[in-house]
């Protein structure tokens, strides 16, 4: 059985499929690259955090803003949103 951490960093590394496949996309605007990697390292920091035992807990209150964050320029309806809001409701949920 996952662990609730095994399965954050799942839901985290999600997130940083689909940014890294904004990216690569061919038809990738360049105005949204550095956005994406602004969202790739502050969720390679809280994967960190999660690893390592330190991440601050939600206690139900809290998210790890991704979901607002990409949604001040992503479509509500797109995989990486999609990806960020679940990571956030697991988060606020269970840590």
Known sequence: MQSQTEHLIELLDRV????????????????????????????NEKRSEATSGTLFPSKGEYTLGLARSV?????????????????????????
């Open 16 to 43: 940083l499929e689909e940014a890294q496949l904004r990216i690569q996309a061919p038809n990738s605007d360049a105005h949204y690259w550095p956005k994406l990697e602004t969202l790739i390292a502050w969720v």
């Open 71 to 95: 949604l001040d320029w992503d479509s509500q309806f797109s995989e990486l949103t999609k990806a960020a809001g679940a990571a956030d409701r697991f988060y606020r949920d269970n840590f």
